[in-house]
């Protein structure tokens, strides 16, 4: 699992030139030049790093390989808020690329300011229902179709069975924020530098604990922050609470960077449960391989269950040329057929974003070798919309930096950096009026 992936031809149907991909073939051929003639040449900006990054390097290969028509490039641009960086100055300099991965959140941000082209005409209805509800609440912009679920994920809570066995708990998990404590308390040794709990400090798994307290971030028509309440205080009292008591490691680095030491901790026996994208388990599940039983569970619920959505879509430029968008549209609906959903799905951890590709007969075999790969399946039941505001991620970044301050702090209230948080989001949305 997590392994890089080479394609053959044994078990795998060569994809035939799709009718689009035809087309622009045929219509290349018949103006009888060489110029003409050649390949539809589309640059892709993919921002998964290690070895999802390699196999989705390989699956444009693959693509690139099956028809003959379009040729796709694609780029590695680091990570998905350099990505996003990069991505805003090429559409001002007008060097931006014809794909590209954006994270769901960022969805409004580019979609809003025109710079998304709408899928709607290369996607039917049908193929839009094709994949999974819960997965689609960031995929449109002014009710047109923007974004392609692809690398999607949530956050789960993952386990030490192991640790949990041992200290007579019950191996399944905490099912709600009381047990979620009780499971810590009992599970931290403070002696051998265990926590019983860890999680990034971040906007993702605020956005959750919101949710399960029945909280919004902003108002229904976007225009007023909300999460300054009881419930979008309760998660960050909750954090603060289990820091003081000893029982939770609050890693407060930059972005991924704090993500990266919840995982290690975790994977290293230093953390006996921690939240992480569902993307983490292929590769927990390789190190955690004669070590420990590693298990998963849905987020512990709060008032109620609820977890965002996350990963990132496969978009096309509004900008790009309409031959180009046609041949993008190809590209995706390539890389999201029922086979090589499956496959990514398999490979990387994330789900499977399809309904045919989520009851195939490879992730039915998977989900028998693995049961951990069902909870972000089923988890999807509670899932709630991300915001899709403009200027969301800048938002985002003054909000976790606030919310971090009490973790660092403990005099600090909960409520004070909540207060603050609001604030500046507050100045942020006035000005977008």
Known sequence: MGKSVF??????????????????????????????????????WYSLRGKNGEFIAELTDKFNKSQSAIEVKAISQGDYYQNAAKLQSSIVSKTQPDVTLLEVAQVGQFGYSGALADLGPWFSE????????????????????VAVPFCRSTPILYVNKS???????????????????EFSRKLTNAEKGIFGFSTPIDIWFYEAGVFQQGGSIFS??????????????????LWQDMVREGIMKAPVGQDYNA???????????????????TASLGGLIEVSEGVFELGTAFLPAGKQRGVPTGGACLVVLEKSPKEKRAAAAEFLKFMTNEENAALFSEVTGYMPVTHEAAASERIRALHAKHPQYRVALEQLEHAKTRPMIKGY???????QEEFKKPMRDLSIAPETSVKAAAAQVQELLDRED
């Not at 044994?10 to 003639?37: D, F, P, W, Y």
Request: overall charge negative.
């Open 7 to 44: 394609f053959t031809e044994n078990g795998l149907k060569k994809r035939a030139v799709s009718i689009v991909a035809a087309a622009l073939l045929g219509a290349a051929c018949m103006a009888g030049t060489a110029e003409a003639a050649e390949k539809v040449h589309l640059d892709f």
């Open 163 to 181: 640790m949990l066995k041992a200290a007579g708990l019950d191996e399944k998990g905490p099912r709600t924020w009381d047990e979620l404590v």
């Open 259 to 277: 993500w990266d030491v919840v995982r290690n901790d975790f994977a290293t026996g230093k953390t006996a449960m921690v939240q992480l994208s």
């Open 220 to 237: 229904s028509d976007e225009k007023k922050t909300a999460f300054d309440s009881p419930e979008g205080t309760a998660i960050v009292k």
């Open 393 to 399: 991620r800048e938002m985002s970044v003054l909000m």
């Open 126 to 145: 049908k193929e839009q229902a094709n994949f999974l509800e819960g997965l689609m609440k960031n995929s449109y912009i002014d009710g047109k179709f």
